[in-house]
T-cell receptor, first 117, second 114 residues
Framework: ETGVTQTPRHLVMGMTNKKSLKCEQHLGHNAMYWYKQSAKKPLELMFVYSLEERVENNSVPSRFSPECPNSSHLFLHLHTLQPEDSALYLC????????????????FGEGSRLTVL | AQTVTQSQPEMSVQEAETVTLSCTYDTSESDYYLFWYKQPPSRQMILVIRQEAYKQQNATENRFSVNFQKAAKSFSLKISDSQLGDAAMYFCAYSDNAGNMLTFGGGTRLMVKP
């Protein structure tokens, strides 16, 4: 089983829908991330959680709402999205954010391809 | 803020040949990490190689090696004996050691010709 699992792999939604992306990590990591990957743009960090507490929110619109119920699970709730939100959403995890456990290395899921009509 | 620049949107290499992907970065820190990540088509991104800035020796991982030039803020990836499975997007990334998040470059798409 892969270390970081994302579901669904593909999602098509209208602008008025509400959907959620799910991420689960089986690596015993303490930090989890959401990244947005759009064509011809660098990966954009959206949210970071460390030990279930949000530590970073990179000016993401409120139509994206993260949830981290425990250190193994991360959700991204989506509502009233825009067509420009169509992208690949990547979840990642790491051992920690800083200190002795920090290595800087991220472990990624395969991503959820979102299309907003 | 740190920035990472990959000036080559696409590269191609003949199978079994060697290719070098370029990356430059900007930082005022003296201690940091640099990474190359590989993202195959429709597959998850994985770490290829990592370099800690305080180490002068260039990192190597089998056919993958880096040329780390700290003063020039350059971090290139060399792939030797290229294989068809090396075809992917390659991302250069930077992280300081204070827990600040990875900053990624725009990526280089590598094509391997049989």
């Amino acid at each position: 089983e892969t270390g970081v699992t994302q579901t669904p792999r593909h999602l098509v939604m209208g602008m008025t829908n509400k959907k959620s992306l799910k991420c689960e990590q089986h690596l015993g990591h303490n930090a989890m991330y959401w990244y947005k990957q759009s064509a011809k743009k660098p990966l954009e960090l959206m949210f970071v959680y460390s030990l279930e507490e949000r530590v970073e929110n990179n000016s993401v619109p409120s139509r994206f709402s993260p949830e981290c119920p425990n250190s193994s699970h991360l959700f991204l709730h989506l509502h009233t999205l825009q067509p420009e939100d169509s992208a690949l959403y990547l979840c990642a995890s790491s051992l920690g954010l800083a200190g002795v456990r920090y290595t800087g290395e991220l472990f990624f899921g395969e991503g959820s391809r979102l299309t907003v009509l | 803020a740190q920035t990472v620049t990959q000036s080559q949107p696409e590269m191609s290499v003949q199978e079994a040949e060697t290719v070098t992907l370029s990356c430059t970065y900007d930082t005022s820190e003296s201690d940091y990490y640099l990474f190359w990540y590989k993202q195959p088509p429709s597959r998850q991104m994985i770490l290829v190689i990592r370099q800690e800035a305080y180490k002068q020796q260039n990192a190597t991982e089998n056919r993958f090696s880096v040329n780390f030039q700290k003063a020039a803020k350059s971090f290139s990836l060399k792939i030797s004996d290229s294989q068809l499975g090396d075809a992917a997007m390659y991302f250069c990334a930077y992280s300081d050691n204070a827990g600040n998040m990875l900053t990624f470059g725009g990526g280089t798409r590598l094509m391997v010709k049989p």
